[in-house]
């Protein structure tokens, strides 16, 4: 009568997370991700009420339901988990309705207690739990619980006592839980999830440069000749076999001439220097050209089908920019900026200069522009790329993005984005926004434990829906303080951080040799591989146990074996009194066949997830112990990569979802180090000491028992 008057249901419902610009946006998520969804539902007077979460599939049918359950008490929030089980334009809806059995159940205890209106108590109840069993959408089996229940309520031959009891049947209960009698039900705006797959928001990721694999110094003339696309294939292998699923390449294309970069970023190169990769274009060809010394098309193709069969994709980096060599500053040169004095910008981020660079500028030809970018992206898509790692998107206008990445999508929803954006929280977030599934993060730069706990809460519990962090440890540009002067075990932290903490992380190869050595003055590799070959003999070093790659092959089989360890917002942080000892917990229930737990957890009858995970095909049957209940992993890691800290920490039990019988007689629980493979019995308060030089970090396994 007065609907178009107001904008609220009769049981209001606001607040409603995950939920970007107002649902302008969709939130991000990937397949078989545990998804939390808050929201806030009330109502006028003392009647009890519930909240469900439905999440619809992009046919519209419904995927999953699930009971809320309410968070902080007085606050009147309710939260709950979904999972998506395929990929695509989901919907997510939160339904606020009134909860008659709540009420009544509430009124009758007190009012039956007091002696006040017990028969009316009873009647109701009974008239209540009569109109449901009418109820012809249920089944025969529930309809008759219902039935056996108004029968106790209404049997005056038994004391008030015993007919109150027949409305805490646990059949009954069962019947409520799976479907609750709802009055009044006020569903909110739907709003929209994007659900990608696996690789968009889980994977490790390993760069390195093919020129340089298989690069062989010829002493005696002074010159070298180039990898190629064929021996950096003879690489590929050891890569998996670390456990990496994501093989990232700089630039493949042809290298400019012009202004090419020395050693060091020198101004002068010498006629055998390779070039900076991200100098574009030349006489051979743009960004649709392959350097002729990696290789053909057809090698290039091969060095895809290679990676896939060991289990892996291929990353391609995607720089919108040129060499001055490059076609285009020929045949399009409004697509440049031109200074007044006729000369076309070159690239600087001061006091950084980039001679070799030339941007390109979006305003002058934005549709030509556009169109040439695309075709690009659709050609190396052609050729069997399906991720691309975009160099410095932030310095390229937002429309241009969302543009590009939803024209590709339309017709490749496969293709995974990643923003490199060092820059300001703003444009990072809005790059997300605008479509980027995943990005660059500022953890390179985290390094205490306290500046490590706040970003990690906030990456997990403030933007997730918005901004998926890649936790690298290195890039060819990148080389912290911390790695610089840290030593090996600083190695180890960093890795053990990123790994477990995200489940996108990456770093640069060289990382499992400690290259730690810095150019004077910047934060950069000496040598830096971006300007000169830079061959390395891992399996020489492995062999003398100079190499972390067999520990980054355990961090990476840990990873693969614990789904935990795959969802981004589930992590919980716990408290230790050391300011060097971080600890964190990552926690994912498991569905089992017949298990209801609706009422105390919201996440009841989780849909099975099947092979969402990189590298697995069922990662439940990989977690010993865990016949469909739950994976927990504890994180206890000392930050300082000098000392030998000692700590106790403090878990917060309520995070690791502990059975009964997960507990001994004393409340105690097992875990199992996954580095060393010891076992201990833990509880709420645990005495830890990490030496940094031998292990600087607990990751521990949570023991189920059945």
């Known amino acids: 009568m007065f609907r178009s008057e107001v904008r609220v249901g009769r049981i209001p419902v606001t607040g409603v997370q995950p939920v970007i610009d107002c649902g302008a946006h969709p939130a991000k998520a990937v397949v078989g991700e545990d998804i939390p969804v808050r929201a806030t539902v009330f109502r006028e007077g003392h009647d009890r009420l519930g909240a469900t979460a439905v999440l619809y599939g992009p046919s519209g049918s419904e995927v999953h339901r699930v009971r809320m359950t309410e968070g902080a008490p007085g606050l009147d929030e309710y939260r709950a988990v979904l999972r998506p089980v395929d990929t695509g334009p989901h919907t997510f809806v ?17 009012k039956i207690a007091a002696g006040i209106d017990v028969e009316l108590m009873l009647a109701e109840g009974g008239a209540l739990f009569r109109r449901a069993a009418e109820d012809p959408d249920r089944s025969e089996t529930d309809r008759a619980v219902l039935a056996r229940a108004v029968r106790g309520l209404e049997d005056t031959a038994r004391d008030v006592a015993e007919r109150l009891a027949a409305a805490d049947d646990p059949d ?17 705006t739907e709003y929209p999830l994007d659900v990608q797959r696996a690789l968009a928001g889980r994977g490790a990721w390993y760069e390195f440069f093919p020129r340089s694999e298989g690069a062989v110094y010829h002493p005696e003339s002074g010159t070298w000749t180039s990898g190629d696309f064929t021996t950096a294939a003879e690489r590929l292998p050891a890569i998996a076999r670390m456990g990496f699923d994501v093989v990232y390449l700089p630039p493949i294309h042809p290298i400019g001439r012009a202004h090419r970069k020395g050693p060091n970023n020198t101004l002068t190169a010498g006629p055998q220097d390779p070039g900076s990769p991200w100098a574009i274009g030349s006489e051979d060809g743009g960004h649709d ?24 994709e291929v990353a391609l980096d995607l720089a919108l920019q040129c060499s001055p060599d490059h076609p285009w500053v020929t045949e399009h040169p409004e697509w440049f900026t031109t200074r007044v004095d006729g000369s076309i910008a070159y690239a600087e981020n001061p006091p950084k200069k980039y001679q070799d660079i030339y941007p390109l500028n979006f305003d002058n030809d934005p549709r030509g522009l556009r169109r040439a ?10 050729r069997g790329v399906k991720i691309f790692r975009v160099d410095n998107p932030h310095t390229k206008p937002l429309w241009f993005w969302e543009w590009l990445i939803a024209k590709v999508h339309r017709r490749h929803p496969e293709v995974v984005f990643l923003a490199e954006a060092f820059t300001r929280p703003a444009m990072m977030h809005a790059l997300g926004r605008a479509g980027y599934q995943q990005s660059y993060s500022y953890f390179t730069w985290r390094n205490t434990r306290d500046e490590i706990a706040e970003y990690l809460h906030e990456v997990t519990a403030e933007t997730a829906a918005f901004y998926r ?31 477990l903490s995200s489940p996108l992380w990456g770093m640069y190869s060289g990382y499992e040799l400690y290259e730690h050595v810095a150019r004077p003055g910047a934060e950069e590799y000496i040598d830096n591989e971006k300007y000169e070959f830079r061959p390395r003999d891992y399996a020489a070093a492995e062999a003398e146990g100079r190499s972390l790659a067999p520990y980054l092959t355990r961090l990476n ?43 105390a957890t919201g996440t009841e009858d989780l849909p099975d997830i099947g092979p969402v995970f990189p590298g697995v095909e069922d990662p439940s049957a990989l977690v010993e112990g865990l016949p469909g209940h739950a994976d ?19 878990l917060d039990l309520s995070a690791l979802d502990l059975r009964p019988q997960d507990l001994d007689a004393e409340g105690r629980f097992e875990v199992e180090d996954l580095i060393t493979g010891a076992r201990w019995q833990w509880s709420a308060h645990n005495y830890v000491r990490l030496d940094p030089h031998v292990e600087p970090a607990h990751v521990l396994r949570v023991v189920r028992r059945d």
């Open 373 to 382: 970018v695309l075709r690009v992206v659709e050609l190396w898509v052609a």
């Open 632 to 650: 927990t992993v504890i994180v206890v890691v000392n930050c300082n990569p000098h000392d030998v800290k000692e700590a106790t920490a403090h």
């Open 94 to 110: 939160i339904e606020g309705w009134s909860d008659p059995v709540a009420t009544w159940q509430h009124a009758a205890t007190v």
């Open 172 to 188: 009954l209960a069962e019947v409520l839980a799976a479907r609750p009698i709802r009055e009044f039900v006020s569903p909110s």
């Open 557 to 599: 089989h840990i990873r693969r074996a614990h789904p935990a360890l795959q969802d981004l917002q589930n992590l919980t942080l716990h408290e230790a009194d050391n300011e060097d000892i971080l600890v964190f917990s990552k926690t994912r229930r498991h569905r089992a066949a017949g298990w209801h737990a609706a009422a």
């Open 289 to 312: 050209a392959i350097h002729p010394e990696l290789g053909t098309v057809q090698d290039f193709g091969r060095f895809v089908a290679r990676a896939e069969e060991l289990g892996m």
């Open 469 to 499: 962090p890649n936790f690298f440890v290195n890039t060819p540009d990148i080389l912290t303080e911390y790695l610089q002067f840290g030593g090996p075990a600083a190695f180890k932290i960093r890795a053990v951080l990123a790994a």
